[in-house]
């Protein structure tokens, strides 16, 4: 994947299911929603966004038909469910709780376990004979029946911040709260027994987070990293060092991004929508700082601020300029649609996004631009916070 724009032919999308009912007023907040979805209108409104890709000749792949498929091979379950409960020691429920949760699910069906593997579990859904071996543990023996032994995954339909591909290597998310870890856990079981080309090495280890909407891919070998809320300064160093050196990226920029709910990836203050365009959210921007990467004689990172990003990025790009798109033309606009994703955009093509259609002023910016906007409804779906950029893992690109 070598640019945001060039023609998509193949994506990877997760349909939200049951996890979402599992989102109740004591624990939506811990799993990082501001509210609490309606599915069936979550479902209806991934669907039509689903439905127009497919119209537009883009293949759409299932996040838990690939669970599946990769459950179905022993050595691809062993990691699906070493990703779900981790090492035993590090299980915070205790060695006899992960033993059970692990024999249970390593006994599922391939389509079950995919399922369970982002419902979660409750004691209840366990076996008897689980349930029995369960209550002489320490840490679930008194817990009532509708307790999570495993918790959901409510966040997985945001595969973006999961995966990133950039050229032809990949880089499975390393989630920055609890309530993601074991999904960046499970993308990496999958890549694993695909036996997929990473971006970083084996030994990349460490409390380096980084997650996918803080990746663009921008084009012409240049690939500009958030740094944040989700993406750590270490993070963007290591994945820079890894880029310029194995010849992945020639150029490495980085937005740091401001500390809020509103900006938590860069793909909420910008996404690209053609070669030379950027929808952003200048109200937001105003506020980022912007670096270029470099290695230096010895091969470590050096950082140099820029003092005009965009100009920076035009320059990486090849252009004499980039045109900036804004988000809308007030400031209550900006600020307002800034909530429901509006720079949140997919790129099908060049000059072509996908959009929701509650975020008027944007759409309304795009279009005045001369760039086409397809717009979904997605009232529910933006309730987690993430729009069609985040709702998509592009997996192929025409190449730019």
Known sequence: MDSETATLRRVLLHRPGDELERLVPENHRDLLFDDIPWLSAAQHEHD???????DHGVSVVELTDLLAAV???????RRLVDAATGPFAAFPHGRRAARELRGWLHDL???RLAAHLLLGATLEELPAHRRVALRESLGTGDRPPAWLALPPLPNAMFVRDTLSWIGEHCAAGRMASTARAREGALIDALLSTAQAPGVLAADDTGPLT????????????????GVGRRTTAAAAETLARSLLTGGAARRVLTVSLPESRQTMHLDTVMTMVDHDTVLVSRTHHQDCRWHTLELDRSGEIRARAADDGFAALANALDLPALRIVDTGDDGFAVRREQWSDAANVLALRPGLVVAYDRNDSA??????????VLTFPGSELARGRGGPHCLSCPLLRDPS
């Open 48 to 54: 039509a966004f689903s439905a127009l890709l497919r």
């Open 210 to 225: 980084r997650e996918g909407g803080d990746i663009m891919v921008a084009g012409a070998g240049c690939v500009v990293v």
């Open 71 to 77: 459950a179905a091979l022993p050595d691809g379950r």
């Open 363 to 372: 759409n309304r910016c795009l279009r005045r631009a001369g760039i086409e």
């Open 109 to 111: 069906a391939p389509e």
